[in-house]
């Protein structure tokens, strides 16, 4: 399957203003910009760094040592000598094609746990709002975005039903209460709009694996998970905001060889990162196209209504 956009790439027309979508996380006071900062009605002050609104607060030992163990992996997510980036661009490109379909974007869109900004660099004319809680990888955020937030996918910092598309790429497995955070989506989304989350499914001996070759990784968090089919459809549809629509599995032989030979350091010794990955690429495709085998993917893609 194609996953080229069948329309042309126009530019988004959200809205204008993105910092009037701001919101004190939790209590949802409306924010005002005062100063070089941002205040609540209760006085408290949100500053700006580096052009990113910091509204992360109160973090827990868990999510500390996600900071941490993604802090140490800024450098990987961005290394032309590894696979999994490469990777990382097609999925981002079927989870866009999944999210809008055969009508271009219309309205606010915001990229949850957007990392270094994959997204915005393949698209810059979607006009994305970027939440992050590493204030590090939103700092390599630079193309793509109106807004970017450093604050917590548990706790938006965003009005209600102020977003029409959400898009959740390898984030939820990282959180460290997942259905708090598709609670926290359904809310700032409009009724209608759509979430597309792509994670990891779980799998027991790719889970041993990872853990034999990452446990003790400095980039591997001990709060790293994946879901089970039926986990990640609890996860979506809890609370009966969301419509699942559509499901699928996805990457087999890409994850096990690209992760594999990210793990095991050996992808910077490939004289050709781009011609491996692209041949594991077209062998995946080809493989899922055999009835029954796309039951094989270790990526579970669901794209969501709000209702």
Not at 129 to 143: E, V
Not at 154 to 176: G, T, Y
Not at 254 to 271: C, H, Q
Request: proline share 7%; hydrophobic share 40%; glycine share 8%.
């Amino acid at each position: 399957m194609s996953h080229e956009l069948p329309w042309p790439l126009v530019v988004n027309a959200p809205t204008r203003d993105p910092t009037t979508l701001l919101v004190e996380p939790r209590t949802l006071a409306p924010l005002r910009r005062s100063d070089g900062a941002f205040l609540s009605e209760a006085g408290e002050r949100y500053g700006i760094e580096d052009g990113i609104v910091r509204t992360l607060r109160n973090v827990d030992p868990d999510l500390a040592r996600e900071l941490e163990a993604q802090e140490k992996a800024v450098g990987d997510y961005g290394d032309p000598r590894l696979l999994m980036p490469r990777y990382e661009h097609d999925m981002a490109r079927r989870a866009v094609f999944q999210l809008f379909g055969d009508q271009p974007p219309t309205g606010n869109i915001l990229d949850a746990g957007c990392g270094i900004g994959l997204l915005g660099r393949l698209y810059p004319e979607f006009g994305l709002i970027g939440l992050d809680a590493s204030l590090p990888l939103l700092r390599q955020a630079t193309t793509g975005y109106r807004l970017r937030v450093e604050g917590s996918a548990e706790a938006l910092p965003f009005r209600s039903a102020s977003f029409d598309f959400v898009v959740a790429l390898n984030m939820l497995h990282h959180v460290i209460n997942p259905d708090n955070a598709v609670r926290e989506f359904a809310r700032v989304l409009k009724p209608g709009g759509v979430l597309v989350a792509l994670d990891p499914r779980k799998v027991l001996p790719v889970e041993i694996a990872k853990r034999l070759l990452r446990g003790k990784d400095e980039t591997f968090a001990p709060t790293h998970k994946a879901f089970t089919v039926e986990e990640y459809d609890r996860i979506i549809e809890a609370g009966d905001s969301f419509r699942i629509e559509s499901k699928d599995r996805i990457g087999f032989i890409t994850l096990l060889s690209m992760g594999g030979l990210d793990a095991l350091k050996l992808s910077r010794f490939i004289p050709s990162t781009d011609g491996v990955a692209k041949l594991l690429t077209l062998t995946d495709r080809m493989l899922f196209k055999v009835p029954g085998l796309s039951r094989l993917g270790l990526n579970l893609m669901v794209r969501a209504t709000r209702v």
